[in-house]
């Protein structure tokens, strides 16, 4: 892992993704400090913070567009699986190269508050609070980018796919108001998504018997429920994704209160994306 990681990293800072990657962060960051914190004068680094996220959306599916799918268009990825490495090792070693580009910025983000000490009193706990909520979403993102970089040799489709799926992540919590609270409303939403997660199984086994039967544990427990116990339905879904939307979890760590709760989640999209990736891979490897 410690090979691939050293690779990736120097592709990174060699090829000017990482420092125009590292420039722009800070730049956007710098923008962001600077109106906030500065001209109008708050003294809280979270409302800097909340707005740099928003860069996350361009910046990071550039950033990752070719970290699984360069190897494949170019047939690199076979050498890799010729080595004896696991595919977790091949995905951790790509994913801690772009984490280690990505905490750079980071790194000099925690001097803000520091500085900004000198013009005006800085609530600092807030303050870091709010790079370490901002940390923890790029992490999660950076996952989903690459697991969506995994299944297509094509950068421009897979910077075009994170991106409009970053996007739809974003205005997600907004979504949830234009759903309707009642309980039909969200039985059809859950059985929507339980097909799209089938047919997600089905494409990452390659196997149509798996698909089915992940599609009938899935829906018919769900149609059972709406059966006997309909009431429950009524406002689930909507309640259900603005809770597992990554910018309402980055919003309760940003808001200076350390919730256990959206830092155990962000990381466990992380994984669970990561794990994801492997199986991708995993698959090609094998077929």
Known sequence: MSAIFKREFKSYMHNMTGPIFIFFLLLFTGVCVSIYNLFIGFSSFSYAIELTAIAFLVIIPIITMRSLSEDRANKTDYLLFSLPLKTSSIVLGKFFAIVAVFTIPIAVMLLYPIILSAYGYMYYAASYSAIFA???????????????????????????????????????????????????????????????????????????????????????????????????????????????SLYSQFYNLNSGIFDIKSMVYLLSVTVFFLFLCTQSLERRRWS
């Open 134 to 244: 901002l940390f923890l979403l790029g992490l999660s993102l950076i996952s989903i980018c690459m697991f969506i970089s995994s299944l297509t040799e094509s950068q421009v489709i897979s910077a075009v796919i994170s991106l409009g799926v970053l996007i739809f992540l974003l205005v997600l919590p907004l979504l949830t108001a234009l759903i309707p609270t009642t309980a039909l409303a969200s039985f059809i939403c859950f059985i929507v998504c339980e097909a799209l997660v089938s047919v997600l199984i089905w494409r990452l086994t390659k196997n149509p018997n798996v698909g089915m039967i992940s599609a009938a544990v899935l829906v018919i427990p769900t149609c059972a429920i709406y059966f006997f116990k309909a009431e429950w339905f009524e406002g689930l879904f909507p309640s259900l994704i603005e809770n597992l």
